[in-house]
């Protein structure tokens, strides 16, 4: 190839593609030059100097880390004058070193330590003073000890370069310079962690783990981060079954060793003291009482069969938390299926992932993304629409980070959040182009972007050749509408301009669109664009949902909502009937499935008298408005399989303690389709089981045995009933669009709902009573109610504020901190507020795992099409009390 | 407030350059000039005019070492203590400042009229024992010189023993030099 350099390094030669580093192509011989400051991730500084190589022909050392390779080029990395030079490099260090090596954290897992032992330096010629430096407190959550550090600026580096936090800086010059945040304030920041993973020595340690452990003591297991859909790789450090820590090793992982604060700092939920560890059976009296397995389960299959029999499989219905393993999920869909009868079930993939799934399936035939996370690094424009990315997801926010900062894409940005410098990294600061778009208006947005592709001219000619009818009526249809109100067009027609005149595309959509009413339609309306720039089916480009929890995607492919069997086939599709029954040995049931609000008002009408509801939180999660506490309370009988006694297993009448993602194995998909490996890291706490075992055991007492050794087996079972799941790995190829699919659409299934899709959606509301535009949404600390357990998260996120932009503030004349009344159309709520620049004037966010506080405030509508409740958007009036 | 009261001259300063960052150093010396030091709220102004972090702003100020971080004196004694002014006498200089004002290296007066530095060479090595006050060089100074210029500094706010910060080539009006030798 012609951009390959091919070079000596020890008198072995190596072919590398042009630009490598010196000290890469040595890693690819196996050989380890010493080094402190280099790091693949972050751009060479050469300031440590311990990397030092002779190269031939070069008068002195050079910096392995810093020089690049030439043709021909001869490095010697191990001879005398090096090996004099690394440790009188070494020596400088440790000349000011701490010997704290047996109390640091670090220790056993510190390069210093490695380096010294490999060249023994066992006497220094120095004669001074040590510098030491006044132990200062600097947070909670990481500890700083600077006498240790050896001022390699690598966790400044990443803070700025990968994270884009920006949030340490070195102080100070010299051998006194010190790693800081802002003079002397504690750190606040986006808490990723990096700075901790990153230090080659122990100036940076986490406080939750502190002095607990020495890393040889730990038991380790790789598995799968079980926050967010962005599917990280996570190594559980563990000891006597108590989970010290989470890391995630350096290129390991679709991650590559990167975490946010949720991933690395989130994990004591596991450990928590209010965990469930015994059945829970409700007296007459209305206690909890514990109880065994060897009682419970008997009384679970006789209970579920007695309503079976007085009210028919209908009258059962079943509800799964998208959190749980593809095990898990294809289990419980099976169990209802099969011992129950019933196609009355749903997971949390229909709070909104729903809507881009459906999408997909109609206009290309896929359930999942025709794209990965290389091709949004590979990417040179990237449009994100309604993400919130380094909150939500803030790994693929990483991604999108990389393909701007290192590689120079152009990113588009239709966010609800404004661009705004502050503690944690924002996308829209990166933007070349943003339009701030409250949430619920995204759909307008896109409508927006698909006038100003005909507006501009960029649509693709091939296709108006060739489908002229599909292109002429979406063209009549966005022409007719108007810019919508208070997007500036400028703006959107830049935006269309840019995102179709580049080379390779991918568009980002999230929560903010997907979560909001005419998020299907949006969905669809995005593909439109797609298509009309003729780039659905080009290789890179594609449509991105990303998904709030870990396995939705996984809940939709199981088969674990009313809408799909398994590989998320149709319930009338008869193919896949066959097939599942042959795998099955059994037919499923006939007849469409309840979704979760279906549901819900059955149980409210008495036509459902049973639920089965799996670590999922109705009774929290739904407005109060839609009074779900007091559809569950109309069941005969309510069963709950839950980590914690939450308001839903409140309401039950028999609670089964799970085991939680740490416990268990299995498989996770995340947002972009990558099944991968859970491994438990620690054994079931007390009396829990992971979900999928309590079912089976409950199935084989009903008489329809779904019996499975292991997790390993029901994967097998799944890869039988889902054609082309074998091929599925840690690292897929991502699905094509499907050309028959495609064609349908445009050849006239796109027609069906042109008229709705298409249709002037509301202009902005002024409603004099209730002025602000309130938002409930994830923040980057917490996700979903459970890591409100994790001790970790609390202490950078204790409560739900009520966060406004900074000027409203100071024009409401509030102080950050001081509680406000807040009033809806459905009732009112008292919080603290809080200010925070990124959000735009008239807009109010709150973050949803606290939101108990303003349960009352909130309206939910389901989605016409999809079933999708939304009920994170409200119209709220803020009185100073 | 920072911003306020100055916006023309932050709106001048960011004109001159291409870049917004560029201008952080003149606009740490506007924040310096105004308040005497650099505060923490003039720091995270200044980050929020040029779209850095804070932290960023503080590890600029900490790397150069003429702008302060806490308050300082009216007048800002700088005394050389480089090879050349410490040969012909600087320490003298430091006793000098001391008997003259029971000032110490690092300390500010009680009525916060004086604070003292050392600092490295100030480029005036050929008139040394020298010092810098707020802009102003003095230099060749003898202990009467100290005394007259530290008088003359609180009571009129500026001394005429001030030499410029250019000397060379020296001035060729010698007069008021050898008065000086004289006193």
């Known amino acids: ?881 | 407030m920072l911003i306020e009261p100055y916006k023309d001259r932050i709106a001048e300063i960011l004109g001159r350059y291409p870049e917004k960052r560029a201008a952080l150093l003149p606009l740490l010396w506007l924040a310096q000039e105004t308040q005497g030091y650099v505060s923490e709220e003039a720091m995270r102004e200044i980050a929020g005019l040029l779209d850095l972090t804070p932290p960023q702003v503080f590890e600029t100020v900490t790397f150069y070492s003429m702008y302060n971080l806490r308050p300082i004196g009216r007048f800002h004694i700088q005394v050389c203590r480089s090879l050349m002014c410490a040969l012909v006498g600087a320490e003298n200089l430091l006793s000098w400042i001391d008997a003259k004002l029971g000032l110490k290296t690092g300390g500010t007066t009680p009525d916060r009229m004086f604070s003292l530095h050392q600092v490295e060479c100030l480029a005036s090595c050929g008139t040394g024992p020298m010092m810098q006050i707020n802009d102003e060089y003095y230099e060749r100074l003898t202990q009467a010189k100290v005394n007259r210029i530290l008088d003359d500094l609180r009571r009129d706010g500026k001394s005429d023993l001030a030499s410029g910060p250019f000397m060379f080539p020296e001035p060729s009006n010698k007069s008021s030099e050898s008065s000086c030798r004289t006193n």
């Open chain 1, 1 to 881: 190839m012609a951009d390959m350099v091919n070079i000596l390094v020890d008198g072995t030669p190596i072919a590398v593609e042009k630009g490598t580093l010196v000290i890469e192509a040595a890693r690819r011989l196996g050989i380890m030059i010493p080094h402190f400051c280099y790091h693949p991730k972050i751009k060479p500084d050469a300031n440590c100097r311990m990397c030092l190589v002779e190269v031939e022909k070069m008068p002195k050392l050079q910096t392995s880390c810093s020089t690049l390779v030439a043709e021909g080029m001869a490095v010697r990395t191990n001879t005398a004058v090096v090996e004099e030079a690394h440790k009188s490099v070494l020596e400088f260090i440790l000349a000011n070193h701490p010997l704290d090596c047996p109390i640091c954290d670090q220790g056993g897992r510190c390069d210093l330590q490695d380096f010294s032992h490999r060249y023994t330096p066992t006497k220094s010629d120095f004669l001074d003073v040590k510098r030491v430096f006044q132990k200062e407190y600097f947070s909670p959550l990481i500890d700083k000890e600077m006498n240790r550090c050896v001022q390699c600026l690598r966790c400044v580096r990443y803070c700025d370069e990968v994270i884009d936090a920006k949030a340490l800086a070195p102080i100070g010059r010299g051998s006194r310079t010190e790693i800081s945040h802002f003079t002397s304030h504690q750190l606040d920041c986006e808490f990723c962690g990096g700075c901790v993973q990153i230090c080659p020595v122990g100036a940076f340690t986490n406080r939750l783990s502190d002095y607990e452990f020495r890393p040889w003591m730990m038991k380790r297991a790789d598995t799968v981060c079980g926050y967010c859909g962005d599917g990280c790789t996570i190594t559980l450090q563990s000891r006597e079954d108590e989970l010290i820590e989470v890391i995630s090793s350096f290129e390991k992982g679709r991650n590559s060793g990167d975490l946010c604060a949720r991933g690395y700092f989130g994990y004591q939920f596991v450990n928590h003291p209010d965990r469930l560890t015994m059945p829970l059976v409700r007296q007459p009296d209305g206690r909890f009482e514990p109880t065994t397995w060897e009682d419970v389960l008997p009384l679970l299959a006789e209970r579920f069969t007695q309503v079976k029999l007085a009210y028919g499989s209908e009258a059962v219905g079943g509800l799964i938390t998208s959190r749980g393993t593809n095990e898990d999920l294809y289990v419980f869909q099976k169990f209802m299926r099969l011992a129950i009868g019933s196609n009355h079930l749903d997971s949390a993939a229909r709070f909104g992932h729903v809507n881009a799934v459906e999408a997909m399936r109609r206009v290309q035939g896929t359930n999942r993304w025709t794209v990965s996370y290389e091709d949004i690094v590979n990417a040179d424009c990237l449009l994100l629409i309604g993400t919130q990315i380094t909150w939500t997801n803030p790994i693929a926010g990483l991604k999108v980070k990389e393909a701007v900062k290192k590689h120079g894409a152009k990113l588009l940005t239709i966010e609800a959040m404004q661009p705004s410098i502050e503690t944690t990294s924002n996308i829209a600061n990166l933007s070349t182009t943003h339009l701030t778009v409250e949430v619920g208006r995204h759909p307008a947005a896109v409508h927006g972007l698909l006038k100003a592709v005909f507006d501009e001219g960029v649509a693709d000619n091939h296709l108006a050749a060739t489908a002229s009818g599909y292109v002429d009526r979406t063209r009549a249809a966005v022409s007719a509408l108007p810019y919508p109100e208070g997007m500036d067009e400028a703006t959107l027609r830049t935006i269309a301009r840019t995102f179709a005149g580049s080379r390779r595309g991918v568009i980002l959509i999230g929560q903010d669109l997907l979560q909001s009413p005419g998020g299907y339609e949006a969905s669809v309306n995005l593909m439109d664009l797609l298509l009309l720039l003729g780039k659905l089916s080009e290789k890179g480009w594609g449509l991105a949902p990303l998904t709030e929890e870990n396995n939705e995607q996984g809940a939709i492919e199981m088969g674990a909502t009313a809408d799909y069997f398994p590989g998320a086939a149709s319930l009338d599709d008869a193919a896949a009937r066959t097939r599942i029954a042959s795998a099955w040995k059994e037919s499923p049931p006939v007849g469409a499935g309840m979704r979760m609000l279906d549901m819900l008002e059955a149980a409210r009408s008495g036509k459902l008298k049973a639920m089965l509801i799996v670590g999922e939180n109705p009774a929290r999660t739904l407005p109060a408005s839609a009074k779900p506490a007091e559809a569950l309370g109309r069941l005969e009988f309510l069963v709950v399989q839950e980590l914690f006694l939450t308001e839903t297993a409140k309401l039950a009448h028999v609670v089964l303690p799970a085991s939680s993602y740490a416990e268990k194995s299995g498989s996770f998909t995340n947002s972009e389709g990558c099944v991968q490996k859970v491994r438990a890291g620690l054994e079931p706490l007390g009396g829990s089981r992971p979900d999928w075992e309590i079912l089976s055991a409950v199935s084989v007492l009903m008489g329809y045995p779904l019996e499975y050794g292991d997790a390993a087996e029901i994967l097998k079972e799944i890869r039988a009933v889902i054609p082309g799941y074998r091929v599925l790995g840690a690292t897929p190829e991502p699905a094509r669009v499907d050309r028959p699919a495609m064609d349908r659409y445009v050849g006239g299934g796109f027609a069906e709902d042109m008229a709705s899709r298409y249709r002037a959606t509301s202009n902005i509301t002024q409603d004099s009573s209730y002025p602000w535009s309130l938002w409930v949404g994830q923040s980057l600390f917490h996700s979903g109610k459970l890591s409100t357990m994790a001790k970790g998260l609390l202490e950078i996120q204790k409560e739900g504020r009520l966060y406004m932009n900074p000027a409203d503030l100071q024009r409401m004349q509030l102080a950050e901190g001081e509680m406000v009344t807040l009033t809806s159309v459905a009732g009112e709520a008292r919080v603290p507020v809080g200010a925070l620049g990124r959000i735009p004037r008239g807009i109010l966010f709150f973050p949803e795992s606290f939101k108990e506080a303003i349960a009352g405030l909130l309206t939910m509508t389901p989605d016409a099409v999809t079933g999708v409740p939304y009920h994170k958007q409200q119209r709220v009036a803020v009185h100073k009390t």
